[in-house]
C-alpha cells in the first residue's frame, strides 16, 4: 500500500528530504519525498507497521535545526517507481509554513574550512545542508536554490555531483558553491593579495574595516586598541553605547567574562547571538565601561572564523549609523569608505542580501534565557499561540520596531528595525512587511497598532494594508505579549518602561493592569508627575529630577542643575507650559539616578538606568546595606513622588549613593508586591523595558513568589517594545473585528 504523509513544522533548509531518502533506503522503501509550500510531503510504499518504523527511523536521523510540528497520514494512489527519490517542489498546499534562520557554521564545515587539503580550503562561503545562510537569501518557497539568492551561481560539476549525491552530506544544500563556483569576496580599497588577508592587515595596524555578512554589514576593529574604537564610534555617531565583542571560542571569551552553562549554550547555539555576560576583565574602556557586562558573540559564518582565529577578540557592531538600518548593499558601504576618514577599508562579496538582519542579543537571569532583540539567527522562528481564526497583521511600536503575522495557530514576527522615525528603518520595515506576507502567503484579514495617533507604524500599518487598524493600548500590549507567551487568561500585569501613550491622553509608563482576556483595568499606576520639556526630558535626567522634586515641594540641590535653569523649569511646571502629567518609569529611574549624582543624562536610551542599576549592584556585591526606602500604595497610586523625597533626603545627609539605588530598587520591588497584594490575582506578570534591570526582577519574582505569587515574564519576545506585536495580535484575535 502507499501512504502519503504531509509534515509541518522546520522542514525546508536544514536535510530534511536527505534525511527522509536515508531512512527510506535504510529500510529499502520506495517513494518520492518533496517540498510543498513551507512544509514537506512524503509518498511512501509499505505496510502500515513499516510506515511507522519509517517514521521512526526518519526523526532519528533528523537534524538539531529540523522540527516536526504535526504528520498527517492518508492513503495515497499506488506508487509504481522504484527506489526512493527527491522530487520538484510544489506549490503553496494553504498550511503557515516555516522558515529556518540563518544557521552558523557547522562543526563540520568550519573543519573543511581549516584544512589545507580540503578543496574548501579558506572558501569564505562553506555551507552544507545543515548550516549557513537560509532566511536572509529566500526569495520565495519552496525552498529550492532557484527561490534563493544563490540561483546566480550555477554549481559546478564538483558542487553539483555532491548536490546530487545520495550518500554526501552537500545533497540538496542550496547555499552550497566552492571557489569556482560560488560568490566571489573583495577588499576594497582594491590591491593585490587575498581579501581576507588584506582585512586582517589593515585591522592588525588599528583600522576599522566594514565586513558584509550573512545579514548585512559590520565595522570591526580590535578592542584594546583606543583610537581604533574611538574612530568607530565617530562612525557609527555612537558616543557611549556599549559595543558588542565577537571572540574565537568560549575559552578565549572566559579570560574576559564569567559564564553560566546557560549562557555558554546560548553562545555556542546555532543562532550565534549576542549574550550579555557578566565581565571578568576590561577591554579599552571605550568598548563598554558604562555596563557590567559585555555583549559577547562567537563566529557565525567562515569570514568570522577566519578574523577571530588571526586576529584574536574583535569589536563587531552593526555597519550603520546609530538609529539608521544596517546597511546591506556594497554601493553605499564603499561611498561610505570613501567619504568618511574613519573606515579604512571594506570587505564585501557579490551575494545580494534580501532581508537585512542585526544580530540577536540574549541574556539569562536565573538560568532562564531572556529574548532582548530578534534577529539574525531567530527571525522569522514561529511562536505558537492559539489566538482564533482570523489572519492578522499587528505593527507593533515605533521604537525598536517589530511587525508579526498570525496565520492558524502560529505568530511570525520579525527582525528588530530600530527607530522608525528614521526613514530608512521605515522603509525597512516596509519592504520586509511586504516580503513576509508573500513569502508566508498571508491575506490579512485585519491590521493592529499602538494607540498613539502619531507613530509611524501605525501609518505603515495603513499603507500596507487597506483595513482600519484596531489600536491597542501600548502596556496593555506589553503585559499581552507575556499572556500569550504563557497562555494565560487573566493576570495583573505590571508595565513598566519609558513611555506609552496613555488611554487619558498622558504619558503612562508604570502601570499595573489587570488583564482578562482581550479587556483590562488599570489597577495601580505610579504617581503621574508633570514633565516639561516633551521628548527631551527622556535624554535630561536632571530636569526629569528636577520636575519630580517640585512635585513633592522639596528644594533643589545645586549641584544638580544651575540656579537660573532649575528656575526656567519651575516656571513651565508652575505656569504648565510644555508639561504633560507622566507615570513613567524610566522617567523615574533617570530621576533618582541624577540625584544620587552618577549621571545626569543619557547619552543613549537607558544610559541613567543602566548606572543605577550599576551602583546598586555595588552595593549588593560589597555588602553595602540597603538605605531602607518605603515606596506608599495608597487608592491605586505609588507614591514615587514621596519616594523621590527621600531619597533626596537620604543623599543630603551624606548616605552612600550605592546603598540608597540599592534601596531603591528594593523599594520598587516591594511596591509590586504591595498592588499585587490589593489586587488578589495569583497570576502575576512583568514586562516593558524597565525589566531588562536585572536587580528589579529579580528581586520582584522572588519576592512575589514567596507572597505566594506566579510570576510569569517575557521569554520568546523582547520585554520592551520588540515584543509589542505579539500583544497586540493576542489582543486582535479576542476581539470582534
Known sequence: MTTRIFITGIVQGVGFRPCCKKAA??????????????????????????????????????????????????????????????????????????????????????????DPRDRRYRHPFISCAACGPRYSVIKALPYDRPNTLMDKFPLCPKCMAEYTDPADRRLHAQTIACKACGPTLSFYPQGQGDPIDRAIEVIKKGGVVAVKDIGGYHFVCLPNCGEAVGRLRLLKLR???????????????????????????????????????????????AVSSDSRFLGAMLPCNPVQIMLTEALGPLVMTSGNVSGEPIITDNSTMLSLCDNFPYLDGVLHHDRDIITPLDDSIYYVIGGQKHLMR?????????????????????????????????????????????????????????????????????????????????????????????HTPLTVQHHHAHIA????????????????????????????????????????????????????????????????????LLAGGNKIPGDLMEPAEAEIIEAAVRHNINTLPSSSCGRLFDAVCAILGLGSYNDYEGQCAVLLENAADKAQKSNTLAYPLNLDYNNGILDTVGLIGQIASAKASGADPCG??????????????????????????????????????????????????????????????????????????????
Open 25 to 114: 533506503d535504510s529500510l529499502g522503501l520506495s517513494g518520492t519525498a518533496r517540498n510543498l509550500g513551507g512544509n514537506a510531503e512524503i509518498i511512501i510504499r509499505c505496510e502500515t507497521q513499516v510506515t511507522e518504523i519509517f517514521l521512526r527511523r526518519l526523526v532519528s536521523l533528523l537534524p538539531k535545526e529540523a522540527r516536526i510540528d504535526s504528520i498527517e497520514k492518508t492513503p495515497h494512489p499506488e506508487y509504481e517507481g522504484e527506489g526512493f527519490t527527491i522530487i520538484e517542489s510544489g506549490a503553496d498546499c494553504g498550511y503557515l509554513p516555516e522558515i529556518v534562520a540563518d544557521i552558523a557554521t557547522c562543526h563540520t564545515c568550519a573543519a573543511q574550512l581549516a
Open 239 to 285: 558616543d557611549k553605547k556599549p559595543l558588542a565583542v565577537m571572540f574565537a571560542d568560549t575559552d578565549s571569551l572566559k579570560e574576559y567574562a564569567v559564564l553560566t552553562p546557560e549562557e555558554e549554550a546560548l553562545l555556542e547555539g546555532s543562532a550565534r547571538p549576542i549574550v550579555l555576560v557578566e565581565k571578568r576583565k576590561e577591554f579599552h574602556p
Open 374 to 466: 530578534r534577529g539574525r539567527g531567530v527571525a522569522p522562528a514561529a511562536i505558537s499561540a492559539d489566538l482564533g481564526y482570523k489572519t492578522l497583521f499587528a505593527a507593533g511600536s515605533d521604537i525598536k520596531a517589530c511587525f508579526g503575522f498570525y496565520k492558524n495557530g502560529r505568530v511570525i514576527l520579525s527582525q528588530h528595525f530600530g527607530d522608525l522615525e528614521d526613514d530608512g528603518c521605515a522603509q525597512a520595515f516596509d519592504k520586509a512587511a511586504r516580503h513576509i506576507s508573500s513569502l508566508f502567503s498571508i491575506p490579512v484579514d485585519a491590521t493592529v497598532c499602538d494607540l498613539h495617533p502619531a507613530y509611524f507604524s501605525g501609518r505603515l500599518a495603513v499603507d500596507i494594508y487597506p
Open 481 to 548: 505579549s507575556v499572556m500569550a507567551e504563557h497562555s494565560l487568561e487573566e493576570c495583573i500585569g505590571f508595565a513598566f518602561d519609558g513611555t506609552g501613550y496613555g488611554e487619558d491622553g498622558t504619558v503612562w509608563g508604570g502601570e499595573a493592569l489587570i488583564c482578562k482576556g482581550a479587556e483590562y483595568t488599570r489597577f495601580a499606576h505610579l504617581a503621574a508627575v508633570p514633565l516639561c520639556g516633551g521628548d527631551a526630558v527622556a535624554k535630561n535626567a536632571a530636569e526629569a529630577a528636577v520636575c519630580y
Open 660 to 737: 540608597i539605588a540599592l534601596g531603591f530598587h528594593l523599594a520598587l520591588a516591594e511596591g509590586i508586591v504591595k498592588v499585587a497584594l490589593a489586587a488578589g490575582i495569583t497570576d502575576v506578570a512583568l514586562s516593558g523595558g524597565t525589566f531588562l534591570n536585572r536587580i528589579l526582577l529579580t528581586t520582584a519574582t522572588e519576592r512575589l513568589t514567596a507572597s505566594g505569587f506566579r510570576v510569569y515574564t517575557n521569554q520568546k519576545v523582547p520585554c520592551g517594545d520588540g515584543g509589542l506585536a505579539l500583544g497586540q495580535l493576542f489582543i486582535a484575535g479576542r476581539k470582534e473585528i
